[in-house]
């Protein structure tokens, strides 16, 4: 038995991309002569069951639907830090201390003067009973009395403005420990013992990792197939090819001036903790899911009025006209509604250029390396 690389019926660039496009001979006294083509499994596809989503492709960065910035809220030294990056809290938890400094000092005169303006208010009282004993008595006219009671009035104004100042000042001092506004996750640390902060610096980032939100644009034209509540299926750039499932929350009224994209935000569940906040995603809103028999979009031919593909039946290539479904553009699959069935062998790429009827064998990696050797 002799094998040789001949493929007369197919141009130059066609044997190169054919995996193992070699032919057995086979000759004997009274042997008929017999050519196939072998075909590596690459070049091949099965017509397969499985589900098929059509609608919108989306793509945007995952961030967290619930996330606190801490800022210093009054201005001093950094005395304590607690928490590291990636350290689980609870709400309330203590996380830094500032130096109150100055502010323990205005509590201290703030106590001062609601002591001073209570013995004030009280002298007004024991006045206003006194010039109301005489005034009974007929020793002062009545308009002594009511100078005394708009004394205790200006009396008790001033108290309750020194207890407004004393409470604000102890809320200052509060403000100097910073705690924990949410439960979640450390996602940023920015602050370190030493650290000289003003009102409004950055401490730290906790975010809710147990519910992210994927923030994602679609063209304007598809804005008639989002609906809210509409699953959405996509992969995490970088990650496996595992599929992560979400839920469109809520859809932009505007649409990008410039780009013509509307923003839809999707709710995504995330419990294991598997997805982490800042990673780019790439989907589809799934406006269409079924299970139906799809097969590669490269495996069927569409120059023609009629598409077809080349299947390989009893170990030869048949030409067999198909009809088609919806097409997924994400994973590269069109259902065919017609023409196969589940199971049958088809030839994909270069492979489809083989004249109907040529005899072929599939071989796999092994395969070919045999039959290169030999």
């Known amino acids: 038995m002799n094998k040789k690389i001949c493929l007369p019926l197919l141009p130059l660039s066609t044997l190169v991309l054919l995996a193992g496009c070699q032919t057995t001979q086979s000759a004997g006294p009274g042997a008929p002569r017999q050519e196939a083509v072998i075909v590596g499994k690459e ?111 200006a009396a008790q104004a001033q108290l309750a403005d020194a207890q407004a100042r004393l409470m604000a000042a102890r809320e200052q001092v509060g403000k100097a420990t910073i705690r924990a506004p949410i439960n979640g996750v450390i996602a940023q ?75 839809i935000f999707v709710q995504v569940p995330n419990p294991g903790r598997r997805l982490v906040a800042g990673l780019y995603a790439e989907g589809r809103v799934a406006t269409q899911r079924r299970r139906s028999l799809v097969v590669p979009v490269d495996a069927v031919d569409t120059t023609e009025l009629n598409p077809w593909v080349l299947k390989v039946q009893d170990g030869k290539t048949e030409r067999v006209e198909v009809r088609l479904g919806v097409e997924d553009r994400r994973t ?31 071989e796999g990696e092994s395969g070919r390396e045999e039959a290169r050797a030999e």
């Open 189 to 263: 640390r920015l602050a370190n013992a030493g650290d000289v902060v003003t009102p409004g610096t950055v401490l730290f980032v906790i975010m809710d990792p147990s519910r992210l939100e994927l923030q994602a644009s679609v063209p304007a034209q598809e804005l008639p197939f989002l609906r809210i509540g509409t699953t959405v299926d996509f992969e995490v750039r970088g990650a496996s090819r595992e599929h992560f499932l979400g839920r469109i929350e809520r859809i932009s009224p505007v649409a990008d001036p410039v780009t013509r994209q509307v923003s």
């Open 43 to 153: 070049n091949t596809a099965q017509a397969a069951v499985e589900e098929i989503l059509t609608g919108p492709l989306i793509s945007g960065a995952l961030q967290a639907e619930k996330e606190a910035t801490v800022r210093a809220e009054v201005g001093g030294a950094v005395l304590e830090v607690n928490g590291e990056e990636g350290q689980s809290v609870r709400k309330g938890t203590l996380l830094a201390r500032i130096d109150p400094g100055s502010l323990n000092d205005a509590v201290l005169s703030a106590e001062s003067a609601v002591s001073s303006a209570k013995n004030a208010l009280e002298v007004a009282v024991r006045e206003e009973q006194r010039t109301g004993r005489l005034v009974e008595a007929g020793a002062l006219a009545e308009r002594n009395l009511e100078t005394a009671r708009n004394a205790v009035t």
């Open 332 to 362: 590269e699959r069109v259902e065919v509604v017609s023409g196969l069935s589940e199971g049958d062998l088809l030839l994909v790429g270069a492979a489809q250029q083989l004249t109907p009827g040529t005899p072929v064998n599939i």
